[in-house]
């Protein structure tokens, strides 16, 4: 069985200025529901919007990551969104008062430190993975930009970085699993190059920067007057350039720091998916631009697989998840109306059940007595039904809520379901379930053919006693 998914144990409050717009901002990390997701809230708007931090939300990437909608947008996300997958957690609202997440260190440290500080906790719903099965490219011939994810039983990430820099030189990060990410990733801080400081600070950017939360490094040797005069442009101290090019008064935490950073941008920017991923990375000179529209590729390709019509996978000879009397303990149905026998998996997005088909079913007695054919309209309900279950399993005490139906949509009848067959269905969730409600695209086969389709949205609906 996969692995659960986790949310923060309880509220964290985080403060510092955004890098660009330099105000003080304040955020908090707070615990949320399963199948939730990563959400953004700014609460400083009337109405207190929200973003879900999805790949298709991105609006900008030219100096950090930017997700927006409608006319409410976040900027500079990307160090949040490595701490949060980072350290585990799937389900989060985080909640900022202003348009720019604080730039802090320049690193997801403080992030991540907050966050183990008060521990996650595991959830009922099972995480979400989009098993990477065959090789995807994303290629920026202009910008030698190529990122390749391979199959693989876990998550890694290979970087490399070649700014044609002599004092970076060619840098190469690795990262193995994803529970590296707080010792060996979080820590690395952001990086600038001298001659894009002014640039940057006349576009009216990078307001919020200074020595403690950037690298700033020199190519080339510049007179003292020159440092003096950038330092008097942002009102910090005059300071002098170390011999390796490295105009700042700390240490580097790691030799290859600015490629760890990188990699650590890579992590937050996939995060973007919505979904953990099973697959290996390699990337050559990854920005945000490249990153994000790499996980909107995935996010496409995920999507599509989601529905792609291949039937599910059935051992009869392995326990199942739920068998009928467990089915019964969740689903109000009782016979001749319970049309679920089985459950054979059940995760965060998804659910499989099975129904055997027999002659003794009450139906076939009218439908027809020289034609045995399984009403169409049966099959719908014992979809909805399987639905049902995996609609029941985000709450904590399912006998105490129902689910109706709220609209049937682009049903399909493929081929005849007959006495005999054994129907799997498997429907998965289109979009999180919000204010209960799902939205789910539901699938049958009887073997390896698709028989019937559909969509489906019902309401979760606590019982009135």
Known sequence: MADKQRTISQEVTLTGKGLHTGAEVEVLICPADVNTGIIFQRTDLEGFPKIEAIADNVTDTSRGTTIATKNVKINTIEHMMAALSGTGIDNAIIKVNGPEMPILDGSSRLFVDAILKVGT????????????????????????????????????????????????????????????????????????????????????????????????????????????????????????????????????????????????????DLALLGVRIKGKVIAMRPGHWANTEFAKQLRKAYKKDLLKPSAPEYDPNKTPLMDINQIKQILPHRPPMLLVDKIISLDGRSVVGMKNVTMNEAFFVGHFPDEPVMPGVLQVEAMAQVGGIFVLSTVPDPENYLTFFLKIDQVRFKRKVIPGDTILFRCVLIEPIRRGIAHMNGQAFVGDQLVMEGVLMAQITKIQK
Request: avoid cysteine; proline fraction near 5%.
């Open 121 to 268: 906790v595991e959830q009922g719903a099972e995480r979400n993975y989009y098993i990477i099965k065959e090789k995807e490219v994303f290629r920026d011939e202009k910008n030698q930009v190529e990122i390749v994810i391979y199959p693989d039983d876990g998550f890694s990430i290979d970087v490399q970085v070649d700014y044609n820099s002599k004092v970076l030189g060619h840098q190469y990060a690795k990262m193995n699993s994803i529970d590296e990410f707080p010792e060996q990733i979080a820590p690395s801080k952001t990086f600038v190059f001298f001659h894009e400081l002014e640039v940057l600070l006349k576009h009216n950017l990078i307001k919020g920067g200074d020595l403690e939360n950037a690298i700033v490094i020199m190519e080339h040797e510049v007179p003292q007057t020159e440092l003096d005069r950038i330092a008097d442009l942002f009102n910090k101290p005059h300071i002098k350039v170390k011999p390796e090019g490295v105009l700042n008064n700390i240490e580097l935490n790691f030799d290859n720091e600015p490629a760890r950073h990188k990699l650590l941008d890579m992590v937050g």
